[in-house]
């Protein structure tokens, strides 16, 4: 059981370029997240879905883009990358909303340059 | 809207010794609580959570925290720590909603042979 698998794991981009961080999940999990974490600051939440075709902006969305066109998959876009997004991504699932505990990815290391 | 305080950084402890990773919350209604583990180049895991009943609960490892409603707190605890539960942990908090869980910044626990 693969779980909640992210791809790439290293990114190197440069400021303006643009990318899209791949998820997919093999739960059947209605609910799908993307965070960032930032050292000391813990992990802060970009875009959330709660399902196929619904998505909504979570703390820190600015820069950001998603969709979810299957329940599988919540790709999220860089389009214009900026140094203040470097940072480590993680996507995470759960079968619902309170109080059921989100499964991870491993994350994806993004350094904008 | 809640928010979680992680108070220690970085606990440094030796082996077989006991440690508490303490965890404090705010929040004016009922929450749920988790602790998250996070070894490097992985993403996070759940370790253990409290929903409602007993206000102890422990996990698989040895790990155990107590919900203390007065004193809004979940401190993590384990009576013995092993090389293997040197990691970075999470506190977080969650009410209703699926945008309405925030973590704390984090605790890295390095154990000492």
């Known amino acids: 059981n693969a779980g909640v698998t992210q791809t790439p794991k290293f990114r190197i981009l440069k400021i303006g370029q643009s990318m899209t961080l791949q998820c997919t999940q093999d739960m059947n999990h209605n609910y799908m997240y993307w965070y960032r974490q930032d050292p000391g600051m813990g992990l802060k939440l970009i875009y959330y879905s709660v399902g196929a075709g619904i998505t909504d902006k979570g703390e820190v969305p600015n820069g950001y883009n998603v969709s979810r066109s299957t329940t599988e998959d919540f790709p999220l876009r860089l389009e214009l990358a900026a140094p203040s997004q470097t940072s480590v991504y993680f996507c995470a699932s759960s079968y619902a909303d309170v109080g059921s505990p989100l499964h991870f990815g491993n994350g994806t290391r993004l350094t904008v340059t | 809207a809640q928010s979680v305080t992680q108070l220690d950084s970085q606990v440094p402890v030796f082996e077989e010794a006991p440690v508490e990773l303490r965890c404090n919350y705010s929040?004016?209604?009922?929450?749920?609580l988790f602790w998250y583990v996070q070894y490097p180049n992985q993403g996070l895991q759940l370790l253990l959570k409290?929903?409602?009943?007993?206000?102890l609960v422990e996990s698989i490892n040895g790990f155990e925290a107590e919900f203390n409603k007065s004193q809004t707190s979940f401190h993590l605890r384990k009576p013995s720590v092993h090389i293997s539960d040197t990691a970075e942990y999470f506190c977080a908090v969650s009410g209703a909603g699926a945008n309405n869980l925030f973590f704390g910044t984090g605790t890295r626990l390095t154990v000492i042979p």
């Open positions: 929040s004016s209604v009922s929450v749920y």
């Open positions: 409290y929903l409602s009943g007993s206000t």
